[in-house]
Structure formats: structure tokens, C-alpha cells
T-cell receptor, first 118, second 110 residues
Framework: AQTVTQSQPEMSVQEAETVTLSCTYD???????LFWYKQPPSRQMILVIRQEAYKQQNATENRFSVNFQKAAKSFSLKISDSQLGDAAMYFCAYRTAGRTGANSKLTFGKGITLSVRP | DAGITQSPRHKVTETGTPVTLRCHQTENHRYMYWYRQDPGHGLRLIHY???????DKGEVSDGYSVSRSKTEDFLLTLESATSSQTSVYFCAISEWAEAFFGQGTRLTVV
């Protein structure tokens, strides 16, 4: 079974600085997706970024970028120029790329709470 | 935003009573999921569906059942609610890769 591990329960960053959130996963599959989701105090789950395992290039969305290390099964999120609105819980998630029913599970880590200091 | 509606948004119920949460989508996505979120546990999958009448168990399925008789609706039933089922419940939908989430239902079992 696939597992997703976020070992840091909390992190803090100074406004305008850069922070990296760590995530590791375990799978025997070769083709899969990885995601970072953000959950602000409103409780809404918001997709931040997506990475396809077959792509070597790291995904980037504005101030958010990932460092995808497939061999090490590591998928970290870097937030540049941190803003107060980035304060939230962040979840790493994994999904197999197969299209059969049993492959449609989306597995989450336990999350990390990010605080931003003004 | 993806068209996902969860109902009710908040519910307080008594131990031992049955409870049904509803997830409705307007996106015609194939996959639908029910998660529960508890402090220190992240999001844990309860049940999921990969088509009408096609469902399967997740990692915390005991005490829960689901039904999907139409593409747009995915129902989660707590057969006999217990205090350990007090949680925030999220529905999610997906077609290709990423999932889109509803706003969550806060369920309190007293």
C-alpha cells in the first residue's frame, strides 16, 4: 500500500522569506501523481501544485515550486517570498496514475501547519 | 470552482442514531471520495467510488457504509453513530488526477 509521510508537524517562516515543506512517500508504482494541498482556517482544501512522476521537470506555480526526487521518493514544496496568507495547513498527497477502480485512491500525509511571522 | 455540495454542513446527533451525509456534484466526475479529518491524523479515506454502484473501502471504513446510485450523488451513512465518529467529513471528486473538495461537514456525536 502507498504511504505518504510528513514528518514535521509544524513550521514557521518570516514574511518574505523562503520555506521548504518536506514529504516522502512509498510506492512500488512507476507512474503516479503527487500533490500539495493547502487548507487555510476556512477549512477549504485548495490544490497548490501537481507533479506527474513521468516528468523530470519540477512543477512551478508562481511562488510555489517542488523538488521532486523520484529515486529518493521525496517531494518537497518550496514557498518563496512568504506572505501572511500562506499561513495554513499543507498536505502532501499521492495517487497512482492507473485508471482502474482500485487505483483511484488518493492518499494523504498527516499535514504540516505553517505559520508566517510578520 | 468545482461544483461540489456537501449537506448538511453541521450536524449534532446522539450516540446510536443513524446519520447520512450527502455529497452532490455537477461536474460528472467519475471518482468520488469520503474522508474524515481529525487532528494529528490528516485526511483518512473512508470509502470511495469509481462509478455508479462501484464502491470500495478505504483505511477507516468500519462503522460506515456508502451508496452511489447516480453519478452525481455519493452518500455516506453512519449506521449507529459513536463518539469516535465525531469529526470533519470531506467529500472529494476527481476525473483524471487531482481531486476537488467540498467544504466539509462538521459532525458531532454526543
Amino acid at each position: 500500500a502507498q504511504t505518504v509521510t510528513q514528518s514535521q508537524p509544524e513550521m514557521s517562516v518570516q514574511e518574505a522569506e523562503t520555506v521548504t515543506l518536506s514529504c516522502t512517500y512509498d510506492t512500488s508504482e512507476s507512474d503516479y501523481y503527487l500533490f500539495w494541498y493547502k487548507q487555510p482556517p476556512s477549512r477549504q482544501m485548495i490544490l497548490v501544485i501537481r507533479q506527474e512522476a513521468y516528468k523530470q521537470q519540477n512543477a512551478t506555480e508562481n511562488r510555489f515550486s517542488v523538488n521532486f526526487q523520484k529515486a529518493a521518493k521525496s517531494f518537497s514544496l518550496k514557498i518563496s517570498d512568504s506572505q501572511l496568507g500562506d499561513a495554513a495547513m499543507y498536505f502532501c498527497a499521492y495517487r497512482t496514475a492507473g485508471r482502474t477502480g482500485a487505483n483511484s485512491k488518493l492518499t494523504f500525509g498527516k499535514g504540516i501547519t505553517l505559520s508566517v511571522r510578520p | 470552482d468545482a461544483g461540489i455540495t456537501q449537506s448538511p454542513r453541521h450536524k449534532v446527533t446522539e450516540t446510536g442514531t443513524p446519520v447520512t451525509l450527502r455529497c452532490h456534484q455537477t461536474e460528472n466526475h467519475r471518482y468520488m471520495y469520503w474522508y474524515r479529518q481529525d487532528p494529528g491524523h490528516g485526511l483518512r479515506l473512508i470509502h470511495y467510488s469509481y462509478g455508479v454502484k462501484d464502491t470500495d473501502k478505504g483505511e477507516v471504513s468500519d462503522g460506515y457504509s456508502v451508496s452511489r446510485s447516480k453519478t452525481e450523488d455519493f452518500l455516506l451513512t453512519l449506521e449507529s453513530a459513536t463518539s469516535s465518529q465525531t469529526s470533519v467529513y470531506f467529500c472529494a471528486i476527481s476525473e483524471w488526477a487531482e481531486a476537488f473538495f467540498g467544504q466539509g461537514t462538521r459532525l458531532t456525536v454526543v
